[in-house]
């Protein structure tokens, strides 16, 4: 059974940092590409951040450059969101992703997502 598991969110005063987590199991996480994606009430969920699997190369949307890292621990099955310099505009709902496309399928699974509020 697939799971994805997020974790770290909560409040935070702008300007302050945090680390979400993502806990997969139930498929072979290393060779999945993870996402971050959020949703502010109102809005679209829009991607945050993506890193590839066995290479590890991420790529972030422009508003998260330079604020926001993500990573990966292949070995614990984990990726993470380490955000920091957060603004109010970055309160939102954190989803995590898993994504793998093959010639005949494509895979795609879901976290529960976890809340991040960004208020002083």
């Known amino acids: 059974q697939v799971q994805l598991v997020e974790s770290g969110g909560g409040l935070v005063q702008p300007g302050g940092s945090l680390r979400l987590s993502c806990a997969a199991s139930?498929?072979?996480?290393?060779?999945?590409?993870m996402s971050w994606y959020r949703q502010a009430p109102g809005k679209e969920r829009e991607l945050v951040a993506r890193?590839?699997?066995?290479?590890?190369?991420?790529q972030y949307a422009d508003s998260m450059k330079g604020r926001f890292t993500i990573s990966r621990d292949n070995a614990k099955n984990t990726v993470y969101l380490q955000m920091s310099s957060l603004k109010p505009v970055d309160t939102a709902v954190y989803y995590c992703?898993?994504?793998?496309?093959?010639?005949?399928?494509?895979?795609?699974?879901w976290g529960q997502g976890t809340q991040v509020t960004v208020s002083s």
């Open positions: 139930g498929f072979t996480f290393s060779v999945y590409a």
């Open positions: 992703n898993a994504n793998r496309r093959t010639m005949v399928r494509q895979y795609d699974y």
């Open positions: 890193i590839t699997g066995l290479g590890g190369v991420a």
